[in-house]
């Protein structure tokens, strides 16, 4: 995959949104590092992508919408809205900050900044 990193990361954000996980795969270097805050660290591809599928699984919709994004050499800053909804539920939106770090033509670290506390008050 040879392609800007502002591209990668918004072509990333597209294919997140099919749910489907095989697609993401070509997005994400082998030893990537998630974290979302107030959550645990994952490391590595097949453990993120592991997550991903629960997620998919659990909710009826999972939903990134990038609002600005900026990029400073193998860092991409994305605004985004995220939002998820329960089978039968509203999507509720979440605003966060993601921090992305490319390395060889992949995503190699991915941060989630939020309000955790917010979310689940959505999703109570």
Do not use: C
Request: proline share 4%.
């Amino acid at each position: 995959m040879s392609v800007d990193n502002d591209t990668l990361v918004r072509t990333f954000v597209e294919a997140f949104n099919t749910k489907d996980t095989d697609r993401l795969l070509p997005f994400l270097h082998t030893d990537v590092v998630f974290r979302n805050y107030g959550d645990d660290e994952i490391r590595g591809r097949d453990a993120l992508l592991e997550m991903w599928r629960n997620v998919f699984g659990t909710f009826e919709q999972v939903r990134f919408e990038t609002v600005h994004q900026a990029v400073n050499g193998d860092i991409v800053i994305a605004e985004q809205v995220h939002g998820l909804a329960l089978p039968g539920g509203p999507l509720a939106p979440v605003m966060n900050m993601a921090v992305y770090e490319v390395r060889d033509g992949r995503i190699a670290a991915w941060r989630d900044y939020t309000n955790p506390d917010y979310a689940r008050s959505l999703l109570s």
